[in-house]
T-cell receptor
Framework: NAGVMQNPRHLVRRRGQEARLRCSPM?????VYWYRQLPEEGLKFMVY????????ESGMPKERFSAEFPKEGPSILRIQQVVRGDSAAYFC???????????FGPGTRLTVT | AQRVTQPEKLLSVFKGAPVELKCNYS??????LFWYVQYSRQRLQLLLR??SRESIKGFTADLNKGETSFHLKKPFAQEEDSAMYYC???????????FGEGTQLTVNP
């Protein structure tokens, strides 16, 4: 089992562009979580998804951010019209079911110039 | 609201010395508490969770509901314990994790 995969590992975007971050959960895991880590801060929960459903998006900014976890393929975190304040490390985690141990990916480091 | 506080950003001890990483939390119900560790250039991984009551790599943590604390302890620190440690909390839903800001532990030879 390759573990949670995230790509790209590093992403550079200019202000106003779109950023797409991908997360492939571990085999057999149908629950995906996205966290953001701003510089010098801890991880902050963003969104929790199951296949084709958003379960909890209480940590997502109201504008420009969206997430999906389609029936086939990876989970996608999309940030439209990026701003400098979006620069952060974005981590994805997966679990086989709610309440189980969450396994983390290596993260995607987004830099907005 | 859920909140996790790790008062020490940096902690440095000598090899063989005891180490305690502090974690306090606030939560209105019965939380589940975790310690995650991130070694240099590796991904975040679960170290231990309070419900399992296991000792991992010599580390233990006891949930003290009266003091709302979940401090991580090890009697004799090793150099390979040097890492970033995060305390985390999960509520009733058993899903989202609330993390503290982390403590960077350095064990000196």
């Amino acid at each position: 089992n390759a573990g949670v995969m995230q790509n790209p590992r590093h992403l550079v975007r200019r202000r106003g562009q779109e950023a797409r971050l991908r997360c492939s959960p571990m085999k057999g895991h149908s629950h995906v979580y996205w966290y953001r880590q701003l510089p010098e801060e801890g991880l902050k929960f963003m969104v929790y998804l199951q296949k084709e459903n958003i379960i909890d998006e209480s940590g997502m900014p109201k504008e420009r951010f969206s997430a999906e976890f389609p029936k086939e393929g990876p989970s996608i975190l999309r940030i439209q019209q990026v701003v400098r304040g979006d620069s952060a490390a974005y981590f994805c985690a997966s679990s086989p079911s709610a309440g189980d141990e969450q396994y983390f990916g290596p993260g995607t480091r987004l830099t907005v110039t | 609201a859920q909140r996790v506080t790790q008062p020490e950003k940096l902690l440095s001890v000598f090899k063989g010395a005891p180490v305690e990483l502090k974690c306090n939390y606030s939560y209105s119900g019965s939380p589940e508490l975790f310690w995650y560790v991130q070694y240099s250039r590796q991904r975040l991984q679960l170290l231990l969770r309070h419900i399992s009551r296991e000792s991992i790599k010599g580390f233990t943590a006891d949930l003290n509901k009266g003091e709302t604390s979940f401090h991580l302890k090890k009697p004799f620190a090793q150099e390979e314990d040097s890492a970033m440690y995060y305390c985390a909390l999960s509520g009733l839903s058993g899903s989202r994790l609330t993390f503290g800001e982390g403590t960077q532990l350095t064990v000196n030879p």
